[in-house]
């Protein structure tokens, strides 16, 4: 781990003094001297160095049906933030702590556990904004301005630390950003969290979440702080919760008393799916999501539990009571998109192949390129050897989400088995780029040129690529 943050830092100072990627110059942005210290074009370069060694370093959620809420949660606040580079890319993170973080570039992750202990999308949304915040305000190269008395690699030293330690509540990746500065360099000034915290506050408010979110998960992340004893949260130590904080957002969430603002169901049923995900014994979710479907007052409550029962049953193998469980949340709400994944991934489970071919088809047909349809399809389609349909909705889905290694991986994947090697070696090139695994990159990209006969066109992307991952092992070499 320790290593791979070294370099990472080291590959920031790179980046960014000597622009390797070839960004176009960049005029700076009219009344945002930060431009001048670090432009736009070098944030976004410098984020999708930091996401592909993200990806070597952290686990990863890898479950599309939580990776497109998030998405769409995101892009949906973006809207109503001062984003101007909207070119966003969010990580999931398989750990239970509550943490969210924001990294130059646009990149923004977020904990599972975050979405197990936030109990509203209003209170997710509120980390969100302001992580958003951080981000449109350029918080991380205003922070280089400021350190005037340090070296220019010291400060880039800073912000990856920050953005990396900002990342895990693994204990090694603080201590790795200790190496180059102090722990209290780590955090965001003082003046940077109340700005997030102001403007975070408004661009929750103009995308209609309930005024209170903020505070309530103030109030959350308190309760939990004193649960943890001396294990402070992660999110707490770059983000600290003073009693001026707390009641800041209280006095802003009076100024818009009386709005009626309703809980997501789709919000709640994805957090179910994280609390089956991180329940250790299965019957013990069965046995909650059971309590919780009998005591349900509300057609929403009731349609959530269901579909958290349902998860349950299914992570005990009980296919019959899973399918029967998610068929009766569905008699309650029929065109819930969320269910109607949830039945087809359950079908899967249940290896009713035939059943969830149908179900695939229709919905992919009425949600063309949707993220977890797809995925979920093309699952179907290798088990029943429909390779060539499986590579189609793939190549469409990796136009559209070009950045997204599950995608490369799995048609790397269908690829193989359909005997199209130079897509086989070009596919998982894309897919140990986007992971930060540059060396094998390029063996595969080298594989793929060694098939392509008189295919100029496809020789010269090739050499591209090859370029694009020297470049990238550049940026990540030691600066001595």
Known sequence: MRSIISKLRNGLILLLCFNFFNAEEELPVIGDSSSSVIS???EYNLGRLYMAQLRRTLPEYLDPVTQDYAEHLVY???EFSELKDRRLEIALINDKSVNAFAAPGGI???NAGLIFHATTEGQLASVLSHELAHLSQRHFARRLQRQKDRSLANSLMILGSIALAGATSNPNALLAGQQAITQQNLSFSRGDEQEADRI?????????????????????LQSL???????????????????????????????????????SLDYA?????????FSEIPRQAVTLFKKETKEAQTKKNKIKSLYGLALAYSEQNDHTQALEKIREALEMDKENLILQIGLLELHIEAENYFEAEALASSLLSTNPKNYP?????????????????????????SITRPKDPQVWYWLAEVQGLDKNLIGLHLSRAEYFFLTGSYETSIKHLRM??????????????????????????????SVG
């Not at 049923?269 to 995900?277: A, D, E, K, S, W």
């Not at 496809?458 to 070499?477: C, Y």
């Open 448 to 477: 793929a040129m060694e098939l392509t006969g008189n295919n100029f066109q496809l020789t010269e992307s090739i050499h591209n690529k090859i370029e694009r991952s020297h470049k990238s092992i550049e940026a990540l070499k």
């Open 108 to 110: 923004i992750g977020i």
């Open 200 to 220: 975070g506050f408004r661009n929750l408010i103009s995308a209609g979440f309930d005024p209170y979110s903020t505070s309530y998960m103030f109030e959350k």
């Open 76 to 78: 949906r606040l973006s």
């Open 373 to 397: 349809i797809t995925m979920l399809y093309n699952r179907v389609l290798m088990n029943n050897n429909n390779y060539d349909l499986g590579e189609e909705i793939l190549k469409e889905l």
């Open 40 to 42: 736009i074009a070098s």
């Open 269 to 277: 049923l994805i957090r179910n799916r994280t609390i089956v995900h």
């Open 225 to 263: 702080s004193r649960l943890s004893g001396s294990n402070e949260l992660e999110f707490l130590r770059s983000h600290p919760l003073t009693k001026n904080r707390i009641a800041d957002a209280q006095s802003r969430a009076r100024a818009f008393e009386g709005g009626n603002y309703r809980d």
